[in-house]
């Protein structure tokens, strides 16, 4: 393997992709059979079929179920291999999660499309000599193998990770904005309808006090709707780290948060007293405010720019509602998430602790000054303290500790280590698995003599 040209794709690679292609297109030809033929010849009658079927359910069919097939294909896989490990070795294997075998099945879904994409040029070199629905067929299985079996290769999955850890920073913040606008509109809409069904009786001149009550009704009611979202969404994090596989994505995010202060507190303290709750829907009522107050200051700059509202174009109107999108997400990540945060977490009380146990160590206190000769006598004490210690010291040297555990990473045992170097070394987690010789593997924050050696991440 080791020689092995590196402008080709490996076996696996090669293996991985014909079983993508042959697996989508497969599914499509049980389904729509005779379509490739004319799919490729450009006919009326083609495009007639296509614009009057179900086409594109076929192709959304066949490519759902590639999570499902490919999951299987991993696990059978791995059951070959444990079983041919036990019999070399005569050694159990490590376990491989389920999240594994679930993991194959969404990189062969992301795959596909781009496959295809890429794949035309192939596809329409192999169609070239074809006059049958049975040689597209096969055609586009050999175009989009040869495709994904290069995707597979430069490792197209970690690209598209890295793409969408980077997106989903602005899906997460743009359905917070979603719930901002959404929650108010839900909790006022019974104080809208009371506002209809009295606006006759109501008389004109007390038309603004009843829509300044309205305004303030719709502002009050939110702020209870966030307090109401916030208290559940707590118990709905705690009740998720309940069940929440170990070795899946997003464990120890979802570990973290069932740690904040925001949520241990909401197991023990009702909706009413959950002050967190209550602080958290302040937090999302200015953010309310603040972006209403940027949706006037630039609709008012796109009225000056763009003259009269009945003379806007689509297009204008478009980049002023992306405009106002973009500046409502950049608010909310820059000053609204990291505030919600800090209070989910507690950290304005433990500032409050540090400040107020400063307040009590300083230098202005009313506390009566120190007695010179306690303070002189308790030196004496130290310094001959420190000297049996040292002379302690002296007469029991330390032992060096034998190298003994072992970390499982990358599908491999990796040792021995001493406890020291499984923390400058590995930087081993609580989530780590290690062993002490041939014992079983556990993780590294389930054994008590690890826990000072655990590395925060």
């Known amino acids: 393997m080791n020689n092995w040209p590196k402008f080709l794709p490996d076996p696996t ?10 697996s989508f297109w497969l599914i499509v030809s049980l389904l729509w059979p005779n379509a490739y033929y004319y799919s490729y010849g450009f006919s009326r009658r083609y495009w007639y079929t296509i614009r009057n079927s179900d086409f594109q359910a076929v192709i959304t069919f066949a490519w759902l179920c590639q999570i499902l097939l490919f999951s299987f294909y991993h696990w059978g896989v791995t059951k070959v291999a444990e079983w041919m490990e036990i019999r070399r070795h005569n050694q159990q294997p490590p376990t491989v999660s ?15 499309p781009a496959a295809i994409v890429m794949g035309i040029p192939a596809i329409a070199i192999f169609m070239l000599p074809v006059n049958s629905s049975s040689g597209a067929l096969i055609a586009l299985i050999l175009g989009t193998a040869i495709a994904s079996a290069y995707l597979y290769h430069f490792r197209f999955a970690k690209l598209l990770k890295i793409l969408l850890k980077f997106l989903w920073i602005f899906y997460a913040d743009l359905l917070k904005i979603l719930e901002l606008l959404l929650v108010p509109t839900l909790t006022g809409t019974p104080f809208f309808l009371l506002t209809v069904a009295t606006a006759e009786i109501v008389p004109k001149q007390l038309l603004p006090l009843t829509t300044f009550l309205l305004v303030i009704c719709v502002l009050l009611s939110g702020i209870v709707g966030y307090a ?9 994090v705690n009740w998720a780290a309940t069940w929440w596989p170990a070795d899946s994505p997003g464990y120890g995010r979802i570990q ?14 009702s909706f009413v ?3 967190t709750s209550w602080h958290l829907a302040a937090n999302d009522t200015t953010n309310l405010i603040y972006l209403n107050l940027i949706a006037i200051v630039l609709g008012a700059i796109g009225f000056l720019l763009f003259g009269e509202s009945s003379e806007w174009s689509e297009t204008q109107e478009e980049i002023l509602g992306s405009a106002v999108a973009l500046v409502w997400v950049a608010v909310w990540h820059f000053w609204g998430w990291p505030r919600e945060v800090e209070i989910a977490r507690g950290k304005p009380e433990a500032k409050k602790s540090q400040s107020s146990a400063k307040k ?4 202005n206190s009313n506390s009566p000054p120190p007695n010179p000769v306690e303070q002189e006598l308790n030196q004496l004490k130290a310094t001959t303290a420190m000297n049996r210690m040292k002379s302690v010291r002296r007469s029991t040297q330390p032992t060096p500790e034998v190298a003994q555990w072992y970390v499982f990473r990358s599908g491999e045992a990796k040792g021995p280590y001493t406890k020291l170097q499984l923390w400058e070394v590995q930087e081993i ?11 079983e593997w556990q993780r590294a924050g389930e054994i008590p003599e690890l826990a000072s050696y655990l590395t925060q991440k």
């Open 256 to 269: 973290a948060r069932k740690a904040w202060k925001h949520n241990r507190t909401a197991t023990s303290q």
């Open 360 to 363: 009590k160590r300083s230098p």
């Open 13 to 22: 690679s090669c293996a991985r992709g014909f079983a993508l292609s042959i």
């Open 98 to 112: 389920a999240w594994q075998h679930w993991r194959e099945g969404v990189i062969a879904f992301l795959t596909v």
């Open 228 to 236: 109401a979202l916030q208290y559940w969404s707590a118990h709905l």
């Open 273 to 275: 007293r959950h002050t």
């Open 429 to 439: 987690t609580a989530r780590t698995k290690v062993r002490r010789g041939e014992a």
